[in-house]
């Protein structure tokens, strides 16, 4: 066991502050790996709030962030895809039982007995809760560890191992492609990233914001179109016409209007995770024969096949990089929808006094 140097959160009111947590040592398949980024999702949020208490409440002290990109440092002796010094990158799963169907189909996210990167009970025991990446470094199982493509911009990968597999997972799920029109509804961490997916997969991409200062921007990420959500006359324009719709919004909204959305057989999947529940009108669903869903993350291999093809196509999310002391400021403005398009945290900032 060593220590790691982190910020947590001490209750569900208490700002994140400095402190100092346990990692184990690297045995068998473990990767020991110097965190350099970390991205700031809206989960983190959720989750140091305690705003999920009714799904998965929040064991403090809770270190956050699952969205890390970094450099081997150290591995076990039964470790054989990662060495020291490679570029590698953990998402929201540290672990899971590689036994049940789930594992099997290499849908690890639906694996009853996963464990979560932060805020999970560690098999290990080397604390009470695994603890996430705003740290200087984590240990983690190779299977759960992923290759960083060379050619792309680190403190922009960091949001893929979330933002990035959460929006690509649904989309290909849904056969995005080219011919189809997708909505992107909400343009945070996951809806620009959504947005960069649907477009480099071929569809007509229409985003839907509450922010009109976001316009300009949604067409330089990939939107042909973009709407003024609060803007009636805007929303009734697409009534009927959407074959896929994403919802990325992290607060209570009308799901209702963009249910009215979709065309026949269309789909609506949540991605984002308001804390309260959302009202559906049924009528909306049986005309059209349309549907509402959910969907969690991604599988280890399909967030490889992610982080390949972003190599590939140059994709990356757009960020500001702050130092971790600025984290409290950061969720204050993601509240206020003030982000552009991902916190991301540069971690040589845990080392400054
Ligand atoms: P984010 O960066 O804060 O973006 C959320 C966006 O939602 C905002 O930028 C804003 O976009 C819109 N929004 C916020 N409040 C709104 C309101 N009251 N009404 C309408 N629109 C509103 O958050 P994120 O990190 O992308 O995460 C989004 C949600 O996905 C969170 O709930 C998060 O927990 C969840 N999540 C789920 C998964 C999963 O596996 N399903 C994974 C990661 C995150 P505009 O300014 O464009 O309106
Ligand atoms: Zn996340």
């Known amino acids: 066991m060593y220590k790691s140097k982190a910020f947590s959160a001490a209750g569900p009111t208490a700002p994140l502050a400095s402190d100092t947590i346990p990692r184990r040592d690297p ?21 140091v709030r305690d705003e999920w208490k009714h799904a998965m409440p929040t064991i403090y002290p809770c270190v956050p962030g699952h969205e890390i990109v970094g450099r081997v440092t150290k591995v076990g002796p039964g470790v054989t895809k990662h060495k020291p010094g490679d570029l590698v990158a953990v998402g929201c799963l540290v672990d899971s039982d590689h036994d049940c169907p789930q594992c099997k189909a290499d849908l690890e996210q639906f ?3 996963l464990t979560l990167t932060y805020n999970f009970p560690d098999k290990h025991k080397t604390a009470p809760v695994t603890y ?3 740290s200087d470094s984590i240990v983690v199982d190779e299977r759960f560890v992923l290759r960083v493509p060379a050619n792309l911009n680190l403190a922009g990968v960091a949001p893929l191992l979330c933002a990035g597999i959460t929006t690509y997972s649904p989309l290909r799920h849904w056969g995005v492609g080219k011919g189809k029109k997708v909505g992107v509804v909400g343009l945070g961490g996951l ?16 985003v839907f914001t509450t922010s ?4 300009e921007d949604a067409l330089r990420l990939g939107a042909h179109e973009v709407v003024l959500s609060r803007n009636a006359d805007e929303m009734a324009k697409h009534a009927n016409s959407f074959d896929f719709i994403l919802d990325a919004i992290s607060a209570q909204h009308d799901i209702n209007a963009y249910i009215n959305l979709l065309a026949r057989d269309g789909n609506l999947t949540m991605v984002g995770a308001p804390e309260k529940p959302l009202s559906v009108a049924v009528f909306g669903l049986i005309f059209g024969r349309r549907s509402f869903s959910g969907s969690p993350i991604g599988g280890i291999a399909e967030t490889q096949e992610m982080l390949d093809f972003c190599g590939k196509h ?3 999310a757009d960020v500001e ?13 993601l509240l206020k929808s003030d982000v552009k398009y991902r916190f991301c ?5 845990l080392k400054a006094k």
Do not use: W
């Not at 990089?321 to 403005?333: G, S």
């Not at 945290?345 to 900032?349: C, F, K, L, N, V």
């Open 345 to 349: 945290i540069d971690m040589a900032s």
């Open 212 to 215: 009109p200062g976001k316009k």
């Open 27 to 47: 045995v068998g398949r473990d990767v020991q790996m110097e965190i350099l980024f970390c991205g700031i999702c809206h989960s983190d949020l959720h989750q």
């Open 132 to 134: 996430g990446g705003y």
């Open 314 to 316: 140059n994709i990356t």
């Open 111 to 113: 694996c009853p007995n």
């Open 321 to 333: 990089v702050i130092p971790i002391q600025k984290v409290n400021e950061a969720y204050e403005r």
């Open 191 to 206: 809806g620009h990233m959504g947005v960069k997916f649907a477009r480099a997969f071929g569809a007509h991409v229409v």
